[in-house]
């Protein structure tokens, strides 16, 4: 399986951005994902969950992004969005999508299957 992340760029401070993360399994095969998830990575910073949601709907974000950041996920259950709202600079970090088979336990160093390439979100001042 592999995911394929996209909508990272460069915003004002109070801005938006959408994210999107589309998995795929390039051989054709079926594939079944529960859990997919949003990290990020600041300059300086640790790997940080921002948001996670199930296939069942459950949600969880990390609380520097609640009321900000809406994750959702797509009709077909293998797309996953992050609407990122009234971002802040401290926003800016390389996010990553990440995916599992499994209904994750929303804990930050759940070992998920599948991991996207990282994208660039980077919020001026």
């Known amino acids: 399986v592999q995911l394929q992340a996209s909508g990272g760029g460069l915003v004002q401070a109070g801005g938006s951005l959408r994210l999107s993360c589309e998995a795929s399994?390039?051989?054709?095969?079926?594939?079944?994902?529960?859990?997919m998830a949003w990290y990020r990575q600041g300059p300086g910073k640790q790997r940080e969950l921002v948001a996670v949601m199930t296939s069942r709907g459950s949600t969880n974000y990390a609380d520097s992004v609640k009321d900000r950041f809406i994750i959702s996920r797509g009709d077909a259950k293998n797309t996953v969005y992050l609407q990122m709202n009234s971002l802040k600079p401290e926003d800016t970090a390389v996010y990553y999508c990440?995916?599992?088979?499994?209904?994750?336990?929303?804990?930050?160093?759940?070992?998920?299957?599948?991991w996207g390439q990282g994208i660039l979100v980077t919020v001026s001042s």
């Open positions: 990440a995916a599992d088979r499994y209904y994750s336990d929303f804990s930050a160093t759940y070992e998920y299957d599948y």
């Open positions: 399994e390039p051989s054709g095969s079926d594939f079944s994902i529960n859990t």
